[in-house]
């Protein structure tokens, strides 16, 4: 198929997919592998489950919405908001993240090993029990962020916020903390 002959999404398109996916008995999780939704108003929606393998979400507003379980594995994620999202269990592994909003999000379990979270904002954010491993967090805002139990093996925090962020029992093998703030008013780390 040719540039020409293809058909995009408008949000009322996309709305009425998230309705149908979940009309009837039986819930059938969306698939939008290798989509293009960038700057897509997804405010609230319930995608719970939902395939976005390999898509690009760059600017997507996806705040208070429901993206539990969902696979973003090696999405396109650049400037997205995820204030107030619901991202347990989700999969993010290698997706690109950088400049994202994911303040007061819910990612308790996620796996974001190898992600991009380069001067991204998660002030309050939930990392309990997640998979940051091998992730690059550089100059980014972890203000008060709950990384219990996390996974920081081979993570890079380089330049960002630690300001009260909670690494109580968070397994850091090969952490990088070159030049962040406020490393002495974190909880419980000992490095």
């Not at 208070?64 to 969902?70: C, D």
């Not at 091998?134 to 920081?152: E, W």
Request: hydrophobic share 40%; aromatic share 8%; charged share 20%.
């Amino acid at each position: 198929m040719n540039y020409s002959q293809q058909r995009y999404l408008t949000d009322r398109d996309l709305w009425m997919l998230i309705a149908q996916s979940s009309y009837g008995d039986a819930y059938r999780p969306l698939n939008f592998r290798g989509a293009n939704l960038s700057g897509a108003n997804l405010r609230g929606a319930d995608m719970a489950g939902a395939n976005f393998a390999m898509a690009n979400l760059s600017n997507v507003d996806f705040r208070g919405a429901n993206l539990s379980g969902a696979f973003l594995a090696g999405a396109l994620l650049t400037g997205a908001d995820f204030t107030g999202c619901n991202l347990v269990g989700a999969v993010l592994t290698k997706s690109d993240l950088s400049g994202a909003i994911l303040n007061e999000a819910d990612l308790t379990e996620a796996n974001l090993s190898g992600a991009n979270l380069t001067h991204t904002n998660l002030i309050e954010t939930d990392l309990t029990r997640a998979d940051l491993s091998q992730s690059i967090i550089k100059l980014s805002d972890l203000t008060r962020a709950n990384l219990f139990k996390a996974n920081l093996s081979g993570t890079d925090f380089s330049g960002s916020e630690l300001l009260e962020a909670n690494f109580g029992r968070a397994f850091l093998n090969d952490t990088v903390m070159e030049d962040v703030i406020n490393l002495e008013r974190t909880v419980g780390f000992r490095g």
